[in-house]
T-cell receptor, first 111, second 115 residues
Framework: DGGITQSPKYLFRKEGQNVTLSCEQNLNHDAMYWYRQDPGQGLRLIYYSQIVNDFQKGDIAEGYSVSREKKESFPLTVTSAQKNPTAFYLC??????????FGPGTRLLVL | AQSVTQPDIHITVSEGASLELRCNYSYGATPYLFWYVQSPGQGLQLLLKYFSGDTLVQGIKGFEAEFKRSQSSFNLRKPSVHWSDAAEYFCAVGGLTGGGNKLTFGTGTQLKVEL
């Protein structure tokens, strides 16, 4: 089945810890995106990548980092610099200029 | 800068009643417009999209939306709501300007369906 997978479904972060969220797609899409969702605020773009080994900051990139070493993978690291990481994180992919399709999300909680 | 306004945070309708969710956008060029639906704790599912052509677009689950350039609107409609339509609905605008297909989302409308 073609689609986007995100893991884990729930992730717990301790103070000062970096954590990495996984996003994999087998849709052969060139572009991938990370969004953060908070109640009442819709989705906000963190980072996006249109091609392997290249990515751009979105609207709220501070405290986050990404890599794009493979076309099908776009992991997001939430660093200790992100002081308010509790949120629902959504990954999406698309052919450039076309519709974005979303994964099931990862909920990050702070211990 | 592009932006989306969904003026209704919550809407409650009776099952079988008609539905209209409002969406107004700001975009400097020809917009791409989308409606997505999200059930609690889930990802977003595409309902429908407008890229060009016919301004009335049909989507899944019996939804439709009309693009009105003069009003900068892209309202979502359904003639008869089912209890399973209860969810949160997001309008989004994007395009090819600025590189890629960056989407800007509205803050969402929570739909409650009364039986």
């Amino acid at each position: 089945d073609g689609g986007i997978t995100q893991s884990p479904k729930y992730l717990f972060r301790k103070e000062g810890q970096n954590v990495t969220l996984s996003c994999e797609q087998n849709l052969n899409h060139d572009a991938m995106y990370w969004y953060r969702q908070d109640p009442g605020q819709g989705l906000r773009l963190i980072y996006y990548s249109q091609i392997v080994n290249d990515f751009q900051k979105g609207d709220i990139a501070e405290g986050y980092s990404v890599s794009r070493e493979k076309k099908e993978s776009f992991p997001l690291t939430v660093t200790s610099a992100q002081k308010n990481p509790t949120a629902f994180y959504l990954c999406a992919s698309s052919t450039v200029g076309e519709t974005q399709y979303f994964g099931p999300g990862t909920r990050l909680l702070v211990l | 800068a592009q932006s989306v306004t969904q003026p209704d945070i919550h809407i409650t309708v009776s099952e079988g009643a008609s539905l209209e969710l409002r969406c107004n956008y700001s975009y400097g060029a020809t917009p791409y417009l989308f409606w997505y639906v999200q059930s609690p704790g889930q990802g977003l599912q595409l309902l429908l999209k407008y890229f060009s052509g016919d301004t009335l677009v049909q989507g899944i689950k019996g939804f439709e939306a009309e693009f009105k350039r003069s009003q900068s609107s892209f309202n979502l409609r359904k003639p008869s709501v089912h209890w399973s339509d209860a969810a949160e609905y997001f309008c989004a605008v994007g395009g090819l300007t600025g590189g890629g297909n960056k989407l800007t989302f509205g803050t969402g409308t929570q739909l409650k369906v009364e039986l």
